[in-house]
């Protein structure tokens, strides 16, 4: 036994980090079109010019032929994002935008002339603008009357052409990236802990309100959480580090625990009294956190170590803190490749949680070089190749282990606008996008060698891996 035969091979992508026309058919403003520099650099008041993202690689009228080179690949699933500001520009109008509505149904149309399923990513890293600097984001608690206006207004276009729904991207990422994550608009070193938990328990009552909604509009969908999943090994075997470790992992299993369970976990509760934090449950919170997932979605990049040390310096590229693992390489961008990290994630989640898991993203940004070889313009990624099939083989081992494991979609199937960093010559895809970080480029599309290794690894589920 390897991977299961109905398994759900593709690739994955964002709305914000692809489709540019940024300001195209009534599209409003988002907080990704104030970020030029991805999470690590300043926001700027308006879009500027130096903004990749603005245009992406102008996936918003090239879907087609993006598509079809998915479907050349085999591609059974293809994960993608709706901009929230595409259908309501400002975020808190009562009426969508109708062209922005048409677009995902021409798009989810495409992928289904293949045979495609779309999973869809209901909020992925992009708030509009508008709700940002107006309600400063999830700190506010209209910001869940703004979601379920929108998610029912989606799940009422698309709840025959959608079967997989994940609610928040990478939510746990909030507590790091509260602007990119939860559209906060106060600063960063400015936020409290209050706030800031205060904002999560919004965004934890809304996800499960759109589980609720969507098991009542579209009874056959399967609705998903979507965790950025980090491995945490303590650096030595001394009982500090074991219980600092302990408390790191707790503070991102909280949010898969809520989703699952349905109830805030005991741990939570004594962080939040030892904090002064008090969360403000309204009437009816508790039950509609009741509505539990489906399944639980997750990216896998990287493994990192935590210890009780405050002399041992952090991990470089790490938006999740922690401190490097001495017997780990790293890539280009210092995060450190760990694949047997993946089947341990994958073990972990499955103990825990007993639902069917979902990895939607985990993949290796890397500097690619265009060649021409025999005529045609390539690139020889072999080091991408064989970063995703080490993960892929300790993928196969989870599911040998009984975990049940939905499907793979690897991150930045072609090329994309990096998140932390904004570039695009941080490449993750199979597909080699003509665009550099100067602006230059003809946005000419090229199969990488990796396109055709993993078109072989779907068309054989798997098998191919271990020639």
Known sequence: MSFPKNFLWGGAVAANQCEGAYNEDGKGLCTQDVTPHGIVGPRTEEPTPDNMKLIGIDFYHRYKEDVKLFAEMGFKVFRTSIAWSRIFPNGDEETPNEKGLQFYDDLFDECHKYGIEPLVTISHYETPLHLAKTYDGWVNRKMIGFYERYVRTIFARYGKKVKYWLTFNEINSVLHEPFLSGGIYTEK?????????????????ASALATKIGHEMIPDAKIGCMILSMPTYPLTPCPDDVIRTMESVHKNDFFGDVHVRGYYPGYMKRYFRE????????????????????????????????????AQAKGKGNLMGGVPNPYLEASEWGWQIDPQGLRYVLNYYWDRYQKPLFIV??????VDKLVEKDGVMTVEDDYRIDYLQKHLLQVEEAARDGVDVMGYTSWGCIDLVSASTAELKKRYGYIYVDRNDDGTGTLNRYKKKSFYWYKDVIATNGESLHK
Do not use: R, W
């Open 275 to 310: 904090n002064n934090i008090e969360i403000k449950f309204e009437p009816g919170d508790e039950e509609i956190l009741k509505n539990t997932v489906d399944f639980v979605s997750f990216s896998y990049y990287m493994s990192i170590c935590e210890t009780a040390d405050p």
């Open 189 to 205: 070193d400015k936020l409290s802990q209050q706030d800031l938990y205060q904002a999560v328990h919004h965004e934890l009552v």
């Open 361 to 366: 993203e985990n993949g290796l940004g890397a």
